[in-house]
Nanobody, 122 residues
Framework: QVHLAESGGGSVQSGGSLRLSCAAS????????LGWIRQAPGKEREVVAA???????RYADSVKERFTLSHDKVERTLSLQMSSLKPEDTAKYYC????????????????WGQGTQVTVSS
């Protein structure tokens, strides 16, 4: 079992910033992957950013240069600093765990947190 607890999120105006944090616990193997996945109403799930324990990171093209992922392997925390937010970033953001190396396929993530809402107004 893997437990993931998100915090952060909220509402912000276009161009603003927010920070999401995730605390992971449970049976996380040394080669596993943690990521942030978002889903907006009527849209496909999107892996926004992900990292594995080797430090390999991946970002969705839609957030490159705006979002920064950080991972503390000792504390088992995952943070997502989001800057220059746009209305299209509005979604529910989930912290999620996948077994194995970094992946951008949302179907690879077997454990998910409850999610936190991010709303960006224009």
């Amino acid at each position: 079992q893997v437990h993931l607890a998100e915090s952060g999120g909220g509402s912000v105006q276009s161009g603003g910033s927010l920070r999401l944090s995730c605390a992971a616990s449970g049976n996380i193997d040394s080669i596993d992957c943690l990521g942030w996945i978002r889903q907006a109403p009527g849209k496909e799930r999107e892996v926004v950013a992900a990292v594995d324990n080797d430090g390999q990171m991946r970002y969705a093209d839609s957030v490159k240069e705006r979002f920064t992922l950080s991972h503390d392997k000792v504390e088992r925390t995952l943070s997502l600093q989001m800057s220059s937010l746009k209305p299209e970033d509005t979604a529910k953001y989930y912290c999620a765990h996948a077994m194995g190396p970094v992946t951008t396929r949302h179907v690879d993530y077997g454990y998910w947190g409850q999610g936190t809402q991010v709303t960006v107004s224009s």
